[in-house]
């Protein structure tokens, strides 16, 4: 067996399984879930051309292989854990991604959000970030993902609508880009005055200061002082948001928690009282 060219963290996992006699107890300790230690452990053993496990009704016992190999990786263990020790007064990091507006939002919320156990890194992208990659940890979407791998819940409703300092204003400030609401405009300012921008903020920016009536959710422009809805929820852009994460790193303790505290955040948003 060669484990020297074996990743770390398979044979991290190894051990897990191997001293908790299964998956679900390694579960508990590594915050995998069962069926992804399974694969990794059938992995590991094609890897190094070797049986490790006796799988049993209730759990998993070690064939003289895994035993050897247990104890050759406890002597590694030994060596390695004190050098990664130093490391462990370091918060977790989480890193979350949204939409302008939201990451707008969740910044004023970041220490509701972060709680002081967790740090938090916010990616503000309005094209949708690689979860299965790991670009980001959490995402939140306004749409439901499709890929395979990605665990999501549906968490409220946004609406938009056009926000001025008055119905006077009718200069529009359209926002250069492809997302939904940026398309709106475009369509609904044919022909009449407007300011592009580059970014959404640069359109509140100049609503607030009264030259442009500008598009925005809800949830930002009933929140901004000195703007008035000068018009019903937009139909067209009314739509879901769910709160996206990789099926593996929903099990992380410190993802677990800020998926918990930013749920809670957006359903109070969404269902304010409720």
């Not at 069926?35 to 006796?54: D, Q």
């Not at 938090?120 to 439901?144: M, P």
Request: proline residues 5%.
């Amino acid at each position: 067996m060669n484990e020297t060219m074996m990743d770390w963290d398979d044979l991290r996992l190894f051990l897990a399984v191997a001293r908790g006699g299964g998956l679900a107890a390694a579960s508990e300790t590594t915050s995998k879930s069962a069926p992804t230690l399974g694969r990794r452990m059938v992995a590991l053993e094609k890897r190094l051309g070797a049986e490790l496990f006796v799988r049993l009704p209730r759990g998993y016992a070690l064939t003289a292989e895994g035993e050897a190999l247990l104890a050759k990786l406890s002597e590694v263990e030994s060596r390695i854990v004190p050098l990664t020790d130093a490391g462990k007064e370091r918060k977790p990091l989480v890193k979350l991604s949204a939409g302008t507006w939201m990451t707008h939002l969740l910044c004023r919320k970041a220490q509701a959000i972060a709680g002081g156990d967790v740090a938090i890194r916010f990616i503000s992208a309005d094209h949708v970030l690689d979860i299965r990659r790991r670009d980001a940890v959490i995402g939140i979407r306004n749409h439901r993902p499709d890929q395979i791998g990605l665990a999501c819940r549906r968490i409220g409703r946004v609406d938009f609508a056009t926000y001025a300092t008055g119905p006077e204003i009718t200069a529009w400030a359209r926002v250069m880009g492809q997302t939904p609401s940026a398309r709106w405009v475009a369509q609904a300012s044919a022909g009449q005055p407007v300011i592009e921008v580059t970014g959404p903020r640069n359109a509140l920016d100049l609503a607030r200061a009264g030259v442009a009536r500008a598009v925005l959710p809800c949830f930002i422009g009933d929140d901004s002082d000195g703007l008035t809805r000068i018009s019903d929820p937009i139909d067209a852009l009314t739509h879901d948001q769910w709160l996206v994460t990789h099926d593996d790193e929903r099990f992380a303790p410190e993802v677990r928690t800020v998926i918990r505290r930013v749920e809670a955040l957006l359903r109070d948003l969404h269902h304010p009282g409720g």
